[in-house]
């Protein structure tokens, strides 16, 4: 695979997506603290690997059928408020948290419910954000923007986990759950001060026969692209065995190796590193997209073989840092891809059935991997993680339709 550098002109030309960028990456600190403290809180309460399974499941599994109806929405109505009003519901949601626990009423219940809400909430509001660097970015601009927003994500992540465990560990998760809720009122700002994200005319909100139809429209036109539908099915295997291994990072690194919540907040900096590296060189190169697709893949999961064995948290670390380089790289490439060749003016409609397909393994490949993490051990779970993912990616590079995909 040859380097070849394409620079495209930098999104932040736009003040648009400057001001949109700004409100974004503060709430990434806030979704970083949260993406650890609840996981850890939900250990904390129950000590099963299978609870946080449930967790993780139930936040990305209703986020993939809502992805339909965001995909909708994000086509006919108005980008700006919709984003709006889907950060105004997560704001709530995360200060129904911190008010919870601050009182000492929070259950695991209620945090399974609340995690549905935000996961309604992300769904519609990424659907959104999706067609909006498009609109405000065109695109040849759009790899660069989505660049920026992944590559600041992850590197935000380097701070933000590190930060949690540690928080976790002197004060518990409420310092945690309260910026989040307060960076979402930093992202409405943000939001709110871009005059239009688009559509060009906005409608009003779309019957459930005019989702019907936007939803027939856009698997349509997945199906009609077969490296779009290819890539799709085969993510949605990649997400089903990775997710196995990563629910089970946790008590992974506190059964395997007794890990305090500092070091496991520090293990998942390490990891958002990683994903931040691969999202920056994809962002900064143009190479074939079908055949680096594939080699991320295949090294992605080669970074992952040695967590059954590691007997050293460093050299696990190092495999785990490989593996998120790889996923940051193949998650950047393939949604500017998709956002460069599916045409505008249905940008939405194939992105919510792009998602509901490539994420609706999500949730049960989370909660088979917390009980097997709890029942047949956490490093045979990360062992059939690691072999699904290289069988999956191997799979994957016998498809001429991915191979070929130069666009």
């Known amino acids: 695979m040859a380097t070849v550098t394409a620079r495209s002109a930098s999104a932040f030309r736009s003040s648009a997506f400057s001001r949109f960028y700004a409100g974004q990456a503060l709430s990434y600190l806030g979704d970083g603290l949260r993406t650890l403290a609840i996981p850890l809180l939900v250990f904390r309460l129950t000590g099963s690997a299978t609870a946080i399974g449930w967790t993780w499941g139930l936040e990305l599994g209703p986020y993939a059928l809502v992805s339909l109806i965001g995909g909708s929405l994000a086509d006919r109505v108005d980008r700006r408020r919709l984003m709006i009003a889907s950060d105004a519901l997560r704001f709530a949601v995360m200060g129904a948290f911190s008010i919870l626990f601050a009182t000492g009423h929070l259950s695991i219940g209620m ?41 600041t994500e992850q590197t935000v992540g380097l701070v933000a986990p590190p930060l949690g465990g540690a928080l976790m560990g002197i ?105 931040a590296l691969g999202s920056f060189v994809a962002g900064r190169t143009h190479w074939p997209v079908g055949r680096a697709l594939v080699i991320a893949n295949l090294i992605d999961g080669v970074g992952w073989l040695p967590l059954p064995w590691a007997h050293s948290m460093p050299v696990a670390v190092a495999g785990i840092v490989v593996s998120s380089a790889c996923a940051g790289y193949f998650v950047t490439t393939i949604i500017s891809w998709r956002m460069r060749i599916v045409p505008e003016d249905v940008v939405g409609r194939v992105f919510g059935v792009v998602r509901l397909i490539v994420l609706i393994g999500i949730l049960p490949g989370s909660v088979a991997g917390g009980w097997l993490a709890d029942h047949i051990g956490v490093r045979e779970t990360m062992a059939i993680s690691a072999f699904g993912y290289l069988i999956t990616g191997a799979l994957m590079a016998t498809s001429r339709a991915v191979r070929n995909e130069r666009r």
């Not at 959104?128 to 609109?135: G, I, K, V």
């Not at 856009?218 to 990775?242: C, E, K, P, Q």
Request: aromatic content about 12%; charged content about 10%.
């Open 171 to 275: 004060v518990g998760p409420l310092p945690a759950l309260v910026i989040n809720t307060i960076t979402y009122l930093f992202s409405q700002a943000a939001i709110a001060s871009v005059p239009t994200f688009g559509p060009q005319t906005p409608g009003g909100v779309p019957t459930p026969r005019e989702i019907a139809s936007d939803v027939v429209t856009g698997w349509r036109h997945l199906m009609a692209d077969a490296a779009i539908r290819t890539t799709a099915f085969y993510s949605l295997f990649f997400n089903l065995v990775g997710s196995i291994g990563f629910v089970a990072l946790i008590p992974y690194f506190k059964r395997a190796f007794g890990a305090h919540d500092a070091a496991v907040g520090l293990a998942f900096g390490c990891f958002a590193g990683g994903a």
């Open 111 to 151: 945090v399974y419910g609340g995690v549905v809400v935000l996961a309604i909430g992300g769904s519609i509001f990424l659907g959104a954000q999706m067609p909006s660097l498009r609109y405000i970015l065109g695109a040849d601009g759009v790899k660069s923007g989505m660049s920026s927003l992944v590559a």
